[in-house]
């Protein structure tokens, strides 16, 4: 049986998609990267049932969601009012912030992680809100579904998919 081509091909990987600033696409760099330390697979720009995208959304070996969302600016921070509808769709939110953003104009009730393009360190943990059995199952399958479509896009680029996830 021949090798994989993506096993024999490890230089295959994602395009930036150009959505965000350079700033933005370094810290998810470096709060995928700490995720990945920490034993979950993860998604950026995941698109949710609602139609909202977030930035980094992380699934752990035990099934716990967590969604990531990025703010590059105090300017970002203030123009983004979406990131509270993510809560319907994670057991756990945390905002990523460069080091240089103030982190006083952050909800106190939300995670805290603080990230560059090389790492990430959670500086405050964020509360556990466990999601009903079927949204978490919906969110689940949504998340595999992207996977193998991503997985299956870095194969075979000139596939054309769907885009539904």
């Known amino acids: 049986m021949s090798e ?10 994602l395009p930036p998609d150009g959505r965000q600033s350079a700033a933005a696409a370094g810290i998810q760099r470096g709060v995928r990267r700490l995720f990945a330390q920490l034993g979950h697979a993860t998604i950026p720009e995941f ?13 752990s070996s035990n099934g716990v969601l967590t969604i ?6 105090v300017a970002d921070f203030r123009a983004d009012r979406k ?5 319907d769709f994670c057991d756990r939110f945390y905002f990523a912030v ?18 560059d393009t090389f790492g990430a360190a959670i500086l405050r943990e964020a509360t556990h809100h466990p ?5 978490r199952k919906a969110v689940t399958l949504r998340f595999a ?7 299956h896009a870095l194969a075979d680029p000139d596939c ?3 885009g539904k996830f």
């Open 68 to 73: 990531i969302e990025i703010k590059s600016s």
């Open 83 to 87: 990131w509270p509808d993510y809560q």
């Open 145 to 151: 579904r992207a996977a193998a479509s991503a997985l």
């Open 98 to 115: 460069p080091e240089s953003l103030p982190l006083d104009i952050l909800p106190e009730d939300r995670g805290l992680i603080v990230a």
């Open 47 to 59: 698109t949710l049932a609602s139609g909202r995208r977030a930035d980094v959304i992380a699934l």
């Open 131 to 135: 999601l009903s059995g079927a949204r």
């Open 160 to 162: 054309v998919l769907d």
């Open 4 to 13: 994989s081509p993506i096993a024999s091909a490890p230089s295959l990987v």
